[in-house]
């Protein structure tokens, strides 16, 4: 029967990364609670019942939580940029930890070894801002999105960044008023105004890039001429075209129409160009801190090669490379990869071991290894939905000592990781970095090494005899060994004969092959072994 309508009072117990606290019925079904904090106990009205989960609307907080804090936000309920408005800092950086060890645990089945998160900012933080356009009572207006809706929730100054950026895009939408420009409309495809787009450099430099859905925005010099002139920290004015009807806000032709081609940042001491197009983190002080962990984590000795996959514009690859390390750089957006040759140039970079190129990141190794060479290190840092499984068996075959994987999805990055896992890398550790407080999204960076079998897996070869049973007790793993030797010349071990006999239908021993440690996987048998091991157990006629 369905629960819509009835009021329950439940304690929330946990949230998820849209900011909903979640707690259980008396009959363990899991309530979608908006609003509220892990350890508030309130009365809840269930609004939808669609058999999975139930989705609540807290009526009353009869015990608020000690993490509870009334948001600074005068929009924080209407608008969906910040998720943990409403909770301390500090335990939304508890939170965060605790969503990236769970997704280890829970898709991957892995404890990792997982440092403390790192935060080293939390408000006006963000350097860039995409303003969706809309119009309210015959005016342009300006905001975000309602959470998962494409309804304008308008404001005056947001806290996740300077106010410049409301300053500017203000002004802006007053000169689109006064020359009574359309905004766009997503229903019916007319319109023309789409979007804001506004970059920042920590110099306080600002690119602004207004999104149209048409060739042309009617007076653009004289707009971009009395933005400049009320905004003179504004250093580029482009219009970027985007016709398609579709929610991607970036289309692909940027024209500038005044001002500098690129905007040019620092980060970790180097200079980096950026174009309208080109991804460059939001959070500047924080990426810092995530590159220096992804430089540690790749642990770069000198004239190993480097593969930077998905680079973007260079940042990790030009800001962790030394001058001794080959790099190569693959990222499928055109003007980034134009960026990056052009950062390698002003960072010195020599352009004998440096390459960026424009490919996709499956084409990324075979670039590398043509041009600079095999890779040592490889650096990936895909967009949220993580590597293709086909990515993750190139990047094993090419066997790089290790990886460092950076991701703003925990629960891709533990899937990836658990495949890494059964292709030979263990998961040595992972630091998450808060790269955007308040929201519900977090940063992990990851590293994976690759097993030696050699040195790290410690397998107890030692098999109990007196397990085996009379038809395999023709002949012991000993004279199995032998026969291989003299035979073939390989050298077979007791793990790998188990493997064939237990593939063959022959019974093992039951403490086989147990690894002592839980980071060990266990190899198995290559298929020349596989052959040399039948032969002998066809010659012992055990099979
Ligand atoms: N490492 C960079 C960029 C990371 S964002 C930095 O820290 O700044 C992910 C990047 O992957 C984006 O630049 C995006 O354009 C690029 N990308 C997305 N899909 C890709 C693919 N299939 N192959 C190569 N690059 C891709």
Known sequence: MSEKNKIIQIRITDINPDGNGVGRTDLGRVVFVPLTVPGDFCKVRIIKDNNNVLIGRPEQIIEPSPDRIVPECAVFNKCGGCSYGHISYEKEKQLKEETVRNAFKRIAGMEIKLNPLISVNSARYRNKVQYPVSTENGSLVFGYYARHSHRVVTHTSCLLQDDVFYNIAKDLVGIFNEMRFSSYDEESGKGLIRHIYLRKTRAGDVAVCVIINGDVLPGAESVSKKITEKHPQVKSFFVNVNKKHSNVILGEKNILISGQPFLTDMLCGKSFTLSPSSFFQVNSE????????????????????????????????????GDS???????????????????????????????????????????????????????????????????????????????????????????????????????????????????????????????????????????????????????????????????????VSSLYISQVKRKLGLEVGVCYNLPKSDNARVPECPAEKETAITAALKHFEMI
């Not at 590159?291 to 962790?320: P, R, S």
């Not at 290894?369 to 040592?376: D, E, L």
């Open 286 to 321: 924080a990426a810092e801190v995530l590159y220096n962990k992804a430089g540690e984590y790749a642990a770069l000795a000198e004239g190993d090669i480097l593969l930077d996959l998905y680079c973007g514009t260079g940042t990790i690859g030009l800001c962790i490379a």
């Open 325 to 491: 390390n080959p790099l190569c750089g693959v990222e499928l957006v055109r003007d980034a990869v134009e960026n990056a040759k052009k950062n390698a140039v002003i960072n010195g970079r020599n352009p004998e071991n440096t390459l960026f190129v424009c490919a996709d990141a499956k084409d990324g190794i075979d670039e590398c290894k043509k041009h600079i060479g095999k890779p040592n290190v490889i650096v990936v840092d895909p967009p949220r939905k993580g590597l293709d499984s086909s990515l993750i068996d190139e990047i094993t075959k090419a066997a790089p000592e290790r990886v460092v994987y950076i991701s703003c999805n925990p629960a891709t990055l533990a899937r990836d990781a658990a495949i890494f896992c059964e292709r030979g890398y263990v998961t040595i550790e992972a630091t998450p970095v808060d790269l955007f407080p308040r929201t519900g999204h977090v940063e992990t960076v990851c590293l994976l090494s690759k097993l030696n079998t050699e040195h790290h897996i410690e397998v107890d070869l030692e098999l109990n005899e007196l397990d085996l049973t009379s038809s395999e007790s023709k002949a012991t793993y000993e004279e199995i060994k032998d026969y291989v030797l003299k035979t073939t010349g390989l050298k």
